[in-house]
């Protein structure tokens, strides 16, 4: 059974990392590591850049990409940004961009093969923590431990031909029983704290500046004591 595996934070060491490529046009072939790949072209894990510049006229595939340590300077339609620890982007299929680095620089992924298209359909941008979230569903009545807990959500990337959403969450303290993910879910957790639990007992803490990925099927238990904000990065069920 799978279980959730952390990409960065303080069960970090415990995670397998493997040397894999997205594709031969995988700008970053000598500096991915694989955690996870699934069946329909997802994968996570880490990129470890030692810097320079590079230029990439076609960007071939579409990735979610959190900083971790360094400072990148991604350039594309003629302007500038500075990412740094903690900061998320999307790098979307397509996409023209010049990334330069003065030194090391290691971000954790969440990239999926997009369908090819006559033209991008998205830019570069960076997600925003603070975002304005509206009113989401809570987790289902009969999951649910306890009190139903306040959620607010809101999508900030979505590609609708290969499934992907990323954007932000955030909810009130509650407890879940041990059930099934309905999806593939990468969590970077911007505020509070939360432990999952798989079906075996084993429980994984994960809280501010963290970030754990939790396949589709993992059976996981949810205990949050204090409110929690995250960015996710979701592949639907459908996919």
């Not at 694989?34 to 996570?44: C, D, E, I, Q, S």
């Not at 289902?140 to 609708?160: K, M, Q, S, W, Y």
Request: proline content about 10%.
């Amino acid at each position: 059974m799978a279980a959730p595996i952390v990409l960065h934070g303080r069960h970090a060491h415990e995670t397998s990392f493997e040397p894999a490529s997205l594709g031969p046009p995988d700008p970053f072939t000598a500096y991915r590591d694989y955690a996870w790949t699934g069946p329909v072209g997802m994968a996570v894990g880490r990129v470890r850049w030692p810097g320079g510049r590079l230029d990439i006229a076609d960007f071939p595939h579409t990735e979610l990409i959190i900083v971790q340590q360094g400072r990148l300077l991604v350039e594309t339609s003629g302007r500038t940004t500075a990412l740094t620890a903690g900061v998320a982007a999307v790098l979307p299929w397509g996409s023209n961009l010049r990334l330069q680095a003065g030194g090391a620089v290691t971000w954790s992924f969440c990239a999926l093969a997009a369908p090819k298209r006559a033209a991008p359909t998205a830019q570069f941008q960076i997600i925003d923590p603070r975002m304005d979230l509206q009113p989401s569903p809570p987790p289902r009545p009969e999951v649910l431990i306890g009190p139903t807990p306040a959620c607010h959500g809101a999508d900030a990337a979505h590609d609708p031909d290969c499934a992907l959403r990323i954007g932000v969450w955030a909810s009130t303290p509650y407890a879940r029983h041990c059930v099934p993910h309905r999806v593939n879910e990468l969590m970077h957790i911007l505020a509070g704290s939360v432990t999952l639990t798989d079906d075996e007992g084993r429980s994984v803490f994960v809280g501010a500046g963290e970030t754990i990925f939790v396949p589709r099927g993992t059976a996981c238990a949810w205990t949050s004591t204090v409110p929690v904000r995250k960015i996710y990065c979701i592949q639907d069920a459908l996919a």
